[in-house]
């Protein structure tokens, strides 16, 4: 194999692995969902955490809520299905958005990092996120922005 044909290959196998490494993230990824404004709530529909696979109801473990209002989006939690935990998505350190990984929080900025509560992990951000909180109404999600 000569130097071309070895530079093929391995630009064809790195394409291969990145769009099956998107492939994958696409399908346990998060849910991301234009929440509803109404007077100091963010409105989601409850069923923005279900998810029907062969016909079993399961769950996701957040959704990440978004308004044009709102400056950060909000990854809202579900502990059970009556518990929901809400955290701003605003690093305390120096206000970087946050991006989400699971059940912790990560700032892309100076690599704060936060658990699923809000709690700081790893600095150099010292204060825990904001958190707010959830109200479960009916078959709605009521975040309240106050």
């Known amino acids: 194999m000569n130097r071309i044909e070895f530079l093929k290959t391995c630009g064809f196998g790195c394409l291969g692995l990145i769009g099956t490494a998107s492939l994958l993230e696409s399908c346990a990824g998060a849910k991301y969902l234009n929440g509803t404004l ?3 709530f963010l409105e989601i529909p409850f069923d923005a ?9 399961k769950f996701r473990k957040y959704v990440i809520v978004q308004h044009d209002e709102l ?8 502990q059970s299905a009556s518990e929901y935990w809400a955290l ?9 958005e946050l991006q989400v990984f699971g059940d912790r929080l990560q700032c892309p900025g100076h690599g704060s990092e936060f658990t699923k509560t809000g709690e ?8 825990a996120l904001r958190t707010l909180h959830v109200l479960v109404e009916k078959r709605i999600l009521k975040i309240d922005l106050t």
Request: with cysteine; hydrophobic share 25%; proline share 5%.
């Open 38 to 40: 109404t007077d100091s």
């Open 49 to 57: 955490f279900e998810v029907t696979k062969k016909e079993k109801k």
């Open 71 to 78: 400056k950060y989006p909000i990854c809202v939690y579900r």
């Open 88 to 96: 701003l998505m605003k690093c305390t350190h120096q206000g970087t």
């Open 120 to 127: 700081v992990i790893k600095g150099p951000a010292d204060t």
